[in-house]
């Protein structure tokens, strides 16, 4: 079993930053790879990033490219999401998944977490 708790949320002005981390316990964290998705108010669930069990491979969605960044430490069994340029349309909860591949569905990751709420301000 996986168990994935964010943390790092919060309000924060339009061209700000924050740093989502997710920590996790339960089997052995390297033979995960790992995404951050959110959701909107009445919208569904969306990939932001996702990064391979090395670390060696991310992805991002168009919307956030250049602005995220995913990292992760292994040692510490945690991943990053770090947000700059923040804008009003990325207000979400934010969520971090985990799963043996990567990928961009919600459907294709095995593991969440409880999710992390992100208030962008104009």
């Known amino acids: 079993q996986v168990q994935l708790v964010e943390s790092g949320g919060g309000l924060v002005q339009a061209g700000g930053s924050l740093r989502l981390s997710c920590a996790r316990s339960?089997?052995?964290?390297?033979?995960?790879?790992m995404g951050w998705f959110r959701q909107a108010p009445g919208k569904e669930r969306e990939f932001v990033a996702g990064?391979?069990?090395?670390?060696?491979?991310?992805r991002y969605a168009d919307s956030v490219k250049g602005r995220f960044t995913i990292s992760r430490d292994n040692a510490k069994n945690t991943v990053y999401l770090q947000m700059n340029s923040l804008e009003p349309e990325d207000t979400a909860v934010y969520y971090c998944?985990?799963?043996?591949?990567?990928?961009?569905?919600?459907?294709?990751?095995?593991?969440w977490g409880k999710g992390a709420l992100v208030t962008v301000s104009s």
């Open positions: 339960g089997r052995t964290f390297n033979s995960y790879a």
């Open positions: 990064i391979t069990w090395s670390g060696s491979t991310t």
């Open positions: 998944a985990a799963s043996t591949v990567v990928s961009t569905t919600v459907a294709g990751m095995s593991y």
